[in-house]
């Protein structure tokens, strides 16, 4: 085990060099633990400076993610508190699920770095390649009835959406019900997960799919035109663990809000990060394909069209296609 507190003390100023006899007075032990557990850090990944009579200095993050790392981006107290990271799986929605059925805590965090059968909504694919993505399940508990999980939906995609502004300054927008979209293409996606007993909530699982340093070669051909990442965006590389730590962090101010006022400032939240509000939509209802105007949602979570001639419809289920 690498202890927590060396890595934390070595990234709180990452351009300064910290000596070893410095790291060992602030850890209370002895030099050569302090070297060890530099050899362990290196073992993960991490490249060092080292400058006789200067210290040590991090040059090199890891790509993949790791625990340490991760835990010491966390500014939160419960969403993300426990955390695993596996190499690759199925799905993370099925180990969380497996997770959550043994008892773990609301906030339990799955994360893989690589999906074989990432699932998305209507029985979809979800394309994780290895490495350069972000897919995670956070197991929830909240108290509630099952109809109003869809606003925990809609909750998630605010939480990613502000998290991604705020950490690649890309205007990423949401697309009812749970797309998160750049000019137009598929930068992320949620699948919210219930089950239910009594129609109450056992537990929820909000799976999170983002699309970070995919590079466009790697998409398969029917991708290539309906999806995108941040790194074909934005141009460079974005750091995974700053943009989980983003997202837990957006997420946990948005649920105590959620639990403490209700739906009404998600709604409003979502509304204006909503890139359909007020244009043309096409929706598919019991008529077939109907076109309407978006005009934001119902206390429910509900998207309202507006058809034309006084018909508001509520949309509950399934896609709108921007027109
Ligand atoms: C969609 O847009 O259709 C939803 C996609 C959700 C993908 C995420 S990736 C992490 C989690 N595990 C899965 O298998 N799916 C979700």
Redesign the pocket.
């Known amino acids: 085990m690498v202890d927590e507190s060396l890595l934390s003390i070595l990234l709180q100023n990452p351009d300064e060099f910290m000596s070893g006899e410095e790291m060992s007075r602030r850890l209370s032990i002895s030099r050569t633990a302090v070297w060890k557990q530099i050899n362990k850090l290196r073992g993960l990944g991490y490249e060092f400076e080292a400058v006789p009579n200067k210290g040590y200095r991090i040059l090199v993050k890891p790509d993949s993610l790791d625990q340490l790392t991760l835990k010491n981006a966390l500014k939160t107290k419960i969403m993300g508190a426990d955390i695993e990271i596996v190499k690759t799986t199925v799905?993370?929605?099925e180990e969380a699920r497996k997770r959550a059925e043994q008892g773990a805590a609301e906030g339990t965090l799955i994360i893989?770095e690589e999906?074989t059968?990432?699932?998305?909504?209507?029985g979809?694919k979800?394309f994780?390649p290895q490495g350069k993505g972000i897919?995670?399940?956070l197991i929830l508990r909240p108290q509630q009835s099952l109809k109003f999980t869809s606003q925990l939906t809609l909750l998630t995609g605010v939480a990613v959406c502000r998290a991604i502004r705020r950490t690649t300054g890309l205007n990423a927008g949401l697309k009812w019900p749970?797309?998160i979209l750049f000019n137009k293409r598929?930068i992320c996606?949620?699948?919210l997960e219930s089950v239910v007993e009594d129609e109450f909530v056992r537990y929820c699982i909000a799976?999170?799919?983002i699309s970070v340093n995919v590079d466009a070669y790697d998409y398969p051909e029917e991708l290539r035109d309906i999806a995108t990442s941040l790194k074909i965006e934005s141009g460079s590389t974005v750091d995974r663990t700053v943009l989980i730590a983003a997202v837990m962090e957006e997420f946990e101010t948005l649920y105590t809000l959620y639990q403490q006022e209700g739906f009404q400032p998600i709604s409003l939240l979502w509304e204006a990060l909503s890139i359909s509000n007020q244009q043309e939509v096409i929706v598919n209802t019991h008529q077939g394909l109907r076109e309407g105007i978006a005009i934001g949602l119902d206390p429910s979570g509900a998207l309202l069209v507006d058809m034309g001639m006084g018909e508001i419809m509520p949309i509950i289920s399934g896609d709108v296609k921007l027109k």
């Open positions: 799905s993370t929605q893989a999906q059968g990432g699932k998305g909504r209507l979809r979800w994780s897919y995670m399940s749970n797309d598929k996606g949620i699948l799976g999170i799919g």
